[in-house]
């Protein structure tokens, strides 16, 4: 293939954390280029300026966020913005005709009213809205294949979900068991200069934070339901971990049938995901550690059963900044193109 | 007071890191005096080789564990050895008059073939074993105060069972729902040389282990029989995290009276513990971070409830190392005697 | 004693990493009680919304920087403001006959030239700075006994000092060959949000920075030609360090006479120190952790003789926070006062 | 091309960090196909059994060292073996046609007197060792092109070398000046269970070790000496920095030449380095975090002239496993072949 059929794609919100990783993947990535790189605060400054890392070969310049720029010069475009600024553009973007993935909130609710409730912003495009996928593609792909807009997941949904899904559709737990504990390295804060993230305050402690009222909640349970066909309330709790990155959900469900063994639910795991080559169901008595997914698009599930609480345990890790956000979104292009599901994803984790 | 009254005091296992709070603690105590401290295979070792830092004010030798020597020089001895050999030396100290507290699993089960099943090891010390008492002050301290004899709690039934003891003597929670999800900085694992406790390997990741079977799974679940009047049955999973101290428990269990809200428990822990020195309640909203208890015998317990889930969750922090083990045994030592109990104790930590 | 004989003692800036060393510090020490804390943004927040681990036994307020109320209130007073304020209220302090320590920049140089050339402030107060004290009590405890006004030295100097001052002092390296090599962990950086001090950004990588220009430099030039007596111009690289606390300088000198050995410069450094309780010259061979250090007001020095360079490498650890800050101002205090040097100021670290 | 022109590669030694990394670089590699792994303790295991999240798709045995066997196996052969193996079979590998590249010290001196003073080992192989190569492409690149056997260089030389080369090659500083204050992080010390290297003891924590005495400063010497063309004895000191990869030196040298500024050095570098992909000058004021080589085979490198003191400050970083160890390998095969000399290598870092 040679770079002239190379598809055209544009970062709007390059100066973060999910920037710099899609930047990254998608410069080696071998279908795509990078047209355009845009961003509020950082519009006029040389992306290595800001990751001085890049300062050898990549010569972008960060421009303003302008919907005529991007439309002329990109086909596919990232947006990679805090929450209730994507669907300000997104729908312009689509009617020029690009595929847009966006890393935020604002495209992950089929009912606005809970991203309302949530994210405390109001909004006019439910039109737009009820044509967005929600871009798991472990759970949606047929669907991922036939959007041009795609709501890519939050990583405490992902790390949840995949955990979660194949119980939740075979009906193998009790509904209102559900139980999520999860950790997350203080890189799914992203970029911005707050306190309580420095090294000195975050180093060598552990917290947990938003108890009983993350915002990743109602996104979580939204697709708990719809899998499980029933109404879903789960508990969540997510801890910020000494870490930079990484992720790891512990979750806990009382069976419906307590004959199960762990056995039985690694045929099953197995079974649910023969076709996700990113997901990786390890054998009895393996756990996952998150550092097997650093740098990677993969992940790791470990199962349980404890025969004395009729309980499954079921432990997911994931790179929170990769599976957890960039990577998955370039997945999802990938799936969204007809390309091979991999293609330019890391699939071996540098150890240690 | 001058220094003819203080008591001698004696260290067993004094190389570990339980051994090295146990010196650094005692060595400040005002009532009493170190006299012996003995080991294995460090015994003819000065201390100072051991831990350089200590070289300069303190000069002991590490000497051969002789039960006469011992009964000799000391008044009071601790036990900071693996589970399994406490109980060799413990009977005869006890007969030779000395006050004996165990840092280890060996005298923590009133059942000792609940013991035996959680460490493979055969004892015929029943009668001994029946007269220890659990020496977690919170809960027993008027059996400490009459005991010569203690078996410390380990690290996390420490910081569980401070979460849960008030839900479980009020009668508050559904005794089958119960889960713990624990956290501990790797110090836990002793200053052994384990190749998964190595930086390189511990470092920028977080796993579980011994999910569904973990050695102090039966140690709470006894205790919690115990305070519930109930056979208890309990989840309990502990992560590895990767910080040198510090343990974090998130306890889950569903309320009986789904009316209670969070201002209500607090309002009960804080009663509970009233006479508790070293336990701490957090207000509404604010959650405990283990930095906060490091280098002292501090636990934070911080309290939510979610009405959507009818659950509670309790959070509790300490430093492992120190109300999680060496601090807490000399927590006992001052009750035993009738000192304050808050005596040579930090409590304050150093932030950050 | 009694407490009506205790010293009340205030604290401007109490919010910072400073100040909380200091509240801690002096929360505990015997002679003394906290009269006033004080802020400027901070000033209406409850000290324990800042810090909650102070919750529950420590009740103060944060107020306005006011010099009437603070001399109405307080004997001795510690300023740990960011540098170029401090030199605003301690001349009125000073009139008011208060003990002053300050711990920022203000007042460690004679020379107000040098001061306003590397902080870029200009200045009025040559009488007050012309009688402030260096606050190194190593070197200059008898100065320190018999002023009102204090400049504690900060972390690099600290800590570069201490290692280089018995070199210097008796002249035993070449001037111009002095090189220091510092690291520090990322507390030094303060409670600030900055970026390059997020966990994200600072954990597990490591860099210089102020290569050749930093700000520390002519401070220790300063006291270096004051100790040796010829005009000194100084190497000086300081580096981040992936860690909260603790700083280790590691110093380069060749010495002027090559016959020197290990154990001869040991000897001359345990001579020179005898009567510093906070410094502790390590055998041949042992060479500083900062570890050793932290949450004291210990210097660890290691020394080294290399025959093949005629170099001496002296190696210096601190806790940054302590005796790099607050902890030494203390120690300047308890000088001042006439107290023991060591009331109050822990001695040996927890480890690990 | 096809996998039947793939070239048979062979890694002895897979079970340790040098190791895991070659079987991640050469699993990938377009050119080759990993044919054999080989160990003494863990032959007989699965590879996936040491390193679980090769799990998946890599079902190698680790087999017993056998000269024969790796013969008919492989035309190439890694040795990443500790120091004092290596030798006892290279020389019947390179007989059987072999290319082999050792990553110990063995094949590293021209002059096995230096290598048995310093690893206490006689050899008997001095023809071997002659026809070796020492492995730093960046220096040595047309020997390496045209040799079997490779030497490739420590982690501590290949970072000190890359950043004094061209001073010393172009004669710009006194060389009884130099000074190379070396940092790395812990998995430097391999997958070996020793207590100093645990998490609980090297978190949070730094020190120097092996000062004025490491076993790389002969290494270092050794091609000092040979691009001086004059004898040349360096100062290094390295120092344990708590974090898992990674690896800064920074070099202190006298300029002959006092008019010369950053500026000229930079460009000197810069045309120094100008055939060497991997290598990165960094502009004036941008100083090198090791974060940015984490995973890949770079090196950046930044400059400073400190013109009070007529010295260059020279910064270099590498990741210590990749450039300074496995990925540098990899590089010496490509070479050897005569491939692309980025063939295979990452060359940008995930990041954070």
Known sequence: MNDTKKIAVGIVGASGYGGVQLVRLLWEHPQVEITYLGGNESAGKDFAELYPHFGHRFHYKIEPIDVEMIAQRCQVVFLSLPHGLAYKIAPQLLEKGLQ????????????????????????????TASNAVYGLPE????????????????????ASLLAIAPLLKQGLILPESLI?????????????????????EADNTLSP???????????????????????????????????????LTTVYATLRDPGLVGDDLITIYNAFYRSSPFVRILPNGVYPQTKWTAGTNLCYIGIEVDPRTDRVIVMSAIDNLMKGQAAQAVQCLNIMRG????????EIAFYP
Chains 1, 2, 3, 4 share one sequence.
């Not at 009213?113 to 495009?125: I, L, M």
Request: charged share 20%.
């Open 100 to 127: 847009v993935l966006d890393l935020s909130a604002d495209y992950r609710f089929s009912d606005l009213n809970t991203y309302s409730t949530a994210y405390n912003v109001e909004r006019d495009d439910e039109e």
């Open 209 to 247: 934070y938003g108890v009983a009222g993350h915002r990743h909640t109602p996104e979580i349970e939204a697709i708990c339901t719809h899998l499980a066909g029933v109404d879903m309330r789960v508990q969540f709790t997510p801890h910020l971990i000494p870490m930079v990155r990484g992720m």
């Open 139 to 158: 759970l949606y792909q047929s669907l991922i294949k036939n959007t041009s807009l795609v709501g890519c997941p939050g990583c405490y949904p992902t």
């Open 339 to 346: 390309w091979e599901e991999t293609l330019g994803l890391p």
């Open 180 to 200: 999520i504990d999860a950790k997350s390295g203080t890189s799914g804060g992203g970029r911005k200069s707050k306190v309580n993230l420095l090294l000195a």
